[in-house]
C-alpha cells in the first residue's frame, strides 16, 4: 500500500507548530516511515503539489496567506488545521481589534502600504477543515494521534469537554481561590490543563467547547466578585476573532 502523501504548510504564525513536529523526536522516524512528506515549510527545501493531506499552521492574516490557502484546498483531500492561529485565530486576531489599516500605521508607520495584511482569520473562513489539533502550540501526543488516526482512516478524537473536569481530576487548586482569574470552564480539554496545572489560569489556546456553559463562567465570576470584563483580556489573548458579543463569552 502506498503511503499518504503529506504536505506540511506554515501561514502567519510563529512557526512553533510546525516545530512541535520537529520535535517529535523517537516518533519523528516512525511517522515518517508511515506517511510520505512531500511538503514541510519549515523543514525541508523540496515543494511539491503531490499531496493527500495538508496540515495547515497560521491564520489568513494576509492576500498571499490566503492565495496559498485555496491553492492547498484545491489540491488536498483531507485539510488538517494545526495550532491556535489556524484553527480559531489565535494570537494574530489582536491585529483585527486595532483595524488593519491602524495597526499597519502603529507597526510599519509610513512603510505600511509595502504591506499586504488583511483582517485576520482562522482558516475555516475560508475552506472546509477536515480536523482540528489543538492549542498553541498542540501536544505533540496530539499531533502523533491525529496524524496515526488519519493514517489508519479512523476520526481522531479530540476532546470536546472543558479544561476544569482535567484541573479538577489533577487536583489543583483552583486560580480563583489564588485570586487569578481563569477560562478552564469554557475551554477545551486535552492539554492536560497545562496553565493551571503551572499555576496559572487557562486562556483557551484550544478554542472553547461546542456548547460551552456561559453561565458557569459568569456564576463563577460572580462568587469572586468579578465581571466579564476581568476576563476580557484572557479571552482576546487567543480568541479575538471568535464571531460573538463578547459581553457575554
Ligand atoms: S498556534 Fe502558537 S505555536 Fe502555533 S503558529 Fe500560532 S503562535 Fe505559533
Ligand atoms: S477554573 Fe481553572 S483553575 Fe479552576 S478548576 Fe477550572 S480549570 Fe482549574
Ligand atoms: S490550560 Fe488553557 S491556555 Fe493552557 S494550554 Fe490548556 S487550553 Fe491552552
Known amino acids: 500500500m502506498s503511503k499518504p502523501k503529506v504536505g506540511i504548510f506554515g501561514l502567519t504564525g510563529c512557526g512553533g507548530c510546525q516545530l512541535e513536529i520537529l520535535n517529535l523526536e523517537d516518533q519523528l522516524l516512525d511517522l515518517f516511515a508511515a506517511i510520505d512528506i512531500v511538503h514541510f515549510t519549515e523543514a525541508i527545501t523540496e ?11 497560521g491564520s489568513v492574516a494576509t492576500k498571499h496567506d490566503l492565495e496559498r490557502l485555496e491553492h492547498i484546498s484545491k489540491i488536498a483531500k483531507v485539510i488538517v488545521s494545526i495550532g491556535a492561529c489556524s484553527g480559531i ?8 481589534l486595532y483595524g488593519v489599516e491602524k495597526a499597519k500605521e502603529l507597526v510599519y508607520g509610513d512603510k505600511k502600504e509595502w504591506i499586504d495584511a488583511i483582517e485576520t482569520k482562522p482558516i475555516d473562513e475560508y475552506v472546509k477543515v477536515d480536523y482540528y489539533i489543538r492549542g498553541c502550540p498542540p501536544n505533540r501526543s496530539e499531533i502523533v494521534d491525529v496524524i496515526r488516526s488519519l493514517i489508519v482512516g479512523k476520526i481522531p478524537e479530540i476532546p470536546n469537554y472543558p479544561v476544569c473536569v482535567e484541573c479538577k481530576r489533577l487536583g489543583n487548586t483552583c486560580m480563583y ?25 487557562c ?8 456548547d460551552p456553559n456561559v453561565n458557569a463562567q459568569k456564576d463563577l465570576l460572580a462568587k469572586y466578585n468579578l465581571k466579564i470584563e ?9 480568541n479575538a ?9
Not at 230 to 238: Q, S
Open 47 to 57: 515543494h511539491s503539489d503531490n499531496y493527500d493531506i495538508a496540515l495547515i499552521e
Open 230 to 238: 476581568d476576563i476580557m483580556g484572557m479571552f482576546n489573548l487567543y
Open 89 to 96: 485565530g489565535g494570537v494574530n486576531c489582536l491585529k483585527n
Open 203 to 210: 486562556e483557551a489556546c484550544r478554542g472553547f467547547i461546542d
Open 177 to 201: 481561590d489564588l485570586g487569578k482569574t481563569c477560562m478552564g470552564v469554557v475551554s477545551r480539554a486535552g492539554c492536560g490543563a497545562r496553565c493551571p496545572s503551572a499555576k496559572s489560569g
Open 241 to 249: 476573532c471568535k464571531k460573538t458579543d463578547r459581553k457575554t463569552i
